[in-house]
């Protein structure tokens, strides 16, 4: 199993008068070179999931294990490594630096890995090729499409190789073109051996054909209803 989560639960602060139950109870497996989606109304924990998963946080309670890995039983240190290695990150608004050049922004991911920038190049160069944005590489990100950043943006998420790709609501501000685009990209990398998890209620995302399984969410559980 590629993720298991046993009885998760995160309170944001806890024993606080703005306490927040935004998870509670969730077990959940996922397994490897599958694409899934998790949906359900705003505020019902679909970001907070995807957070734990992504060892962006972690649970108050409960176990987690994310690619063969225990986030909570690892120093910060090696975490963050872990992460690197193996979670490309691609986040709703994209979170592309608008002042660095495409290549740049690619880049960054691959800077911690020590690799000379011979090979961060030619790595680079490849994914601008692959995703049809070379003749954007020099250009500041601020000033490309909205459908050349969402592919910078998962670009900058494979940079690194990673076996595990997280979307929080990609598609929110697409049209529906891009939208479809998206997910053929989706569908191609779990063809590749992938395993991709999307948050979204976006019915051209929930309703790919290349989607295995969805999970519906209701206030920070999982419905199974
Ligand atoms: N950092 C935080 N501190 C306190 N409360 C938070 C924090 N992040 C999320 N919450 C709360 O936790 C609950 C779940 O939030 P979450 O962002 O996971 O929902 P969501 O399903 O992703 O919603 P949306 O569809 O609007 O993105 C919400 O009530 C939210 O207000
Ligand atoms: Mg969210």
């Not at 999931?49 to 987690?64: D, H, N």
């Not at 998420?157 to 929110?172: F, G, H, M, S």
Request: glycine share 8%; hydrophobic share 40%.
């Amino acid at each position: 199993m590629f993720i298991e989560l046993e009885g998760v639960a995160k309170i944001y602060n806890q024993g606080q008068i703005n306490e927040v139950v935004a998870l509670r109870d969730i077990d959940l497996r996922i397994e490897a070179h599958t694409l899934n989606c998790l949906r359900g109304a705003s505020g019902c924990g679909k970001s907070t999931l995807l957070s734990i998963i992504g060892c962006v946080i972690q649970p108050t309670s409960g176990r987690a294990a994310v690619a063969g890995l225990q986030p909570a039983r690892m120093p910060d240190r090696f975490l963050t490594v872990h992460r690197r290695r193996c979670i490309g990150f691609i986040f709703q608004n994209f979170n592309i630096l608008p002042a660095l050049t495409v290549r740049e922004n690619i880049t960054l991911p691959l800077v911690p890995q020590g690799l000379n920038r011979r090979a961060m190049a030619e790595r680079v160069d490849r994914l601008l090729q692959r995703f049809s944005i070379s003749h954007r590489g020099n250009f500041p990100a601020g000033r490309i499409s909205g459908g050349e950043l969402q592919r910078v943006a998962i670009a900058r998420a494979l940079v690194n190789d990673p076996p595990l790709i997280l979307a929080d609501e990609p598609t929110a501000h697409l049209d529906s073109g891009l939208s479809r685009e998206f997910m053929e990209y989706m569908a191609a990398l779990k063809q590749a051996g992938k395993t991709i998890i999307i948050t979204s209620h976006d019915p051209q995302v929930t309703e790919h054909p290349a989607v295995d399984r969805v999970i519906d969410m209701k206030d920070g559980r999982i419905d199974v209803s």
